[in-house]
C-alpha cells in the first residue's frame, strides 16, 4: 500500500491523529473546573456538570451523583460558557477533520499534493486558535450563579492583567524592527554612493584624451 506522504508526513498524521483525539476528548470530559456543593464533589465542562441539585421530598436539595449535559444551549450557566460551547467544538471538528484526511493520506497515494497539505496547516491553524480562544473564553463565564454556589462566593469572572512582561517583550521587539531598518537603509545609502563614486570614477577614467590642436599663423 503506498502513501501519498514522506516520512515526516506520516509522523504529521501521527501527531495530528493524537492532538485531535486529545483536544475532542477533554471537550467532552466534564473535568474543566471542580468545587463542591451540599458536601458533594462537583465539576464542569462547558455543557456538561457531575453531580448537580435536585429539588426532593418536602422541598429540599438533594445531590444526584452523575454526570449529564445540560438540557438544553439556553440552560448552560452563562453566555460565555456558551460561546466557548461552539468555538471550541468547532475547533476540535476542524482537527479531527484534517486528522482524517491525514490518516487517509497514509493509506492512498496521490491524495494530499503539497498544496492541499498547506491548506490542511492553515486549517489545523485555525482549529488550534479556536480552541484556544475557547479555553480564554471559559473564565470569563465564573461570575455565573451557579459557578458561585459551588466555588462560593469569592468566584468571579477572570479579569486579564496587565501583562507587563509582554508589554516590554513587544516594544523591546518593535525597538529592534526599527533599529534594523534603519540599520538596513544606512547600509544601502552608502552602497548606493560607493556604487555611484566607482561608476563616476569609471567614466572619468574612460574618457579618451583630446590631441592638442595647433593653429598655424
Known amino acids: 500500500m503506498r502513501s501519498s506522504l514522506t516520512l515526516v508526513g506520516t509522523l504529521w498524521a ?12 477533554s471537550y ?3 473535568y474543566w473546573l471542580f468545587g463542591s456543593q451540599l458536601g458533594k464533589p462537583v465539576s464542569f465542562s462547558t455543557f456538561r456538570r457531575c453531580n448537580y441539585p435536585v429539588r426532593g421530598e418536602g422541598h429540599s436539595l438533594i445531590m444526584v451523583e452523575e454526570c449529564g449535559r445540560y438540557a438544553s444551549f439556553s440552560a448552560i450557566p452563562s ?11 468547532a475547533g476540535c471538528a476542524l482537527l479531527l477533520l ?16 503539497r498544496m492541499m497539505g498547506r ?4 486549517a489545523q491553524f485555525v482549529g ?5 480562544s475557547g479555553c480564554a473564553l471559559y473564565p470569563l463565564g465564573w461570575n455565573s450563579p451557579e459557578i458561585m454556589q459551588t466555588c462560593g462566593n469569592v468566584s468571579n469572572q477572570f479579569r486579564l492583567g496587565c501583562m507587563y512582561i ?15 531598518n534603519s540599520r538596513k537603509n544606512e547600509t544601502s545609502d552608502a552602497l548606493s554612493r560607493l ?3 566607482h561608476a563616476r570614477e569609471e567614466e572619468v577614467g574612460s574618457t579618451p584624451e583630446l590631441a592638442p590642436v595647433y593653429s598655424t599663423m
Do not use: N
Not at 79 to 89: D, H, I, K, R, S
Not at 100 to 107: H, K, M, N, P, R
Open 28 to 30: 467532552f470530559l466534564p
Open 14 to 25: 501521527f501527531l495530528s491523529l493524537v492532538t485531535a483525539v486529545a483536544s475532542s476528548t
Open 195 to 197: 556604487h555611484w563614486e
Open 128 to 132: 488550534g486558535l479556536l480552541i484556544s
Open 79 to 89: 453566555l460565555a460558557w456558551q460561546m466557548c460551547t461552539v468555538v471550541t467544538g
Open 166 to 180: 509582554i508589554k516590554i517583550s513587544l516594544l523591546l521587539s518593535w525597538r529592534d524592527d526599527l533599529t534594523s
Open 119 to 122: 491548506c490542511m496547516g492553515a
Open 98 to 113: 484534517v486528522a482524517l484526511a491525514a490518516v487517509l493520506g497514509c493509506c492512498m497515494e496521490e491524495l494530499i499534493s
